[in-house]
């Protein structure tokens, strides 16, 4: 039988984050090709440059809502569990591990008290969206299809565009989750 002496959980290993995440990972090409440093300008106002403690990094703050809706993930909360363990989400967020995540009510009490309101919201997806069309990270475009079967008239030759879901219905889902953590924190401080 064979013993191992340590245990491979303590070992030392010396790589950086960099070293970890494959070249061809898709927050790599993303890092890439969208500069996120607009966001400074479009917060600046937002924020006291000359009183109070430090600020989360709004850039951070951001790319956190970025990851949650680009992994599908359904809360901040969830957000940053996954942003403890995983390599390629600190590598993007420029967070070490060095460096705790925020907490999950970071993102809440932000929006709460600085870009409620505002606008914000929407034109940082609008310069995102403007510089991953640039980039070809995506065609701008968007095909859906309905399994229903109904039989119809249809001219292959003439087509509208549509917005199937617009900025402002996204930023009324952000503030639903928001209210569900404000309520879940509530109840949780009762207990």
């Known amino acids: 039988m064979f013993y191992q002496g340590n245990s491979p959980q303590d070992e030392f290993i010396l790589f950086t984050l960099s070293q970890l995440v494959p070249e061809n990972h898709l927050l790599r090409k993303i890092d890439k090709h969208i500069d996120f440093s607009f966001i ?3 917060t600046s106002p937002y924020y006291s440059h000359h009183s109070g403690r430090n600020s989360l990094d709004p850039i951070l703050l ?3 809502v970025f990851l949650k809706d680009l ?3 359904k809360s901040m909360r969830e957000t940053i569990k996954r942003t403890e363990t995983d390599v390629a989400f600190r590598l993007f967020l420029n967070l070490p591990f060095s460096k705790s995540a925020p907490h999950y009510s970071t993102f809440s009490q932000n929006y ?3 870009f409620k309101d505002t606008t914000v919201f929407e034109n940082i997806f609008t ?3 403007t510089q991953a069309i640039q980039h070809n990270l995506v065609s701008g475009t968007a095909l859906f299809t309905d399994s229903t079967h ?3 008239n249809a001219n292959k030759n003439k087509f509208r565009n549509v917005i199937i879901e ?3 219905e996204r930023k009324q889902a952000f503030e639903n989750e928001i209210n ?3 309520e879940a924190i509530s109840n949780i401080n009762k207990i």
């Open 40 to 42: 400074y300008d479009l």
């Open 166 to 168: 617009t900025v402002k």
């Open 112 to 114: 709460i008290r600085r």
């Open 71 to 73: 992994y599908g993930i």
């Open 180 to 182: 569900n953590e404000r």
């Open 62 to 64: 951001f790319k956190l």
């Open 127 to 129: 310069e995102i969206l």
């Open 150 to 152: 109904i039989k119809a």
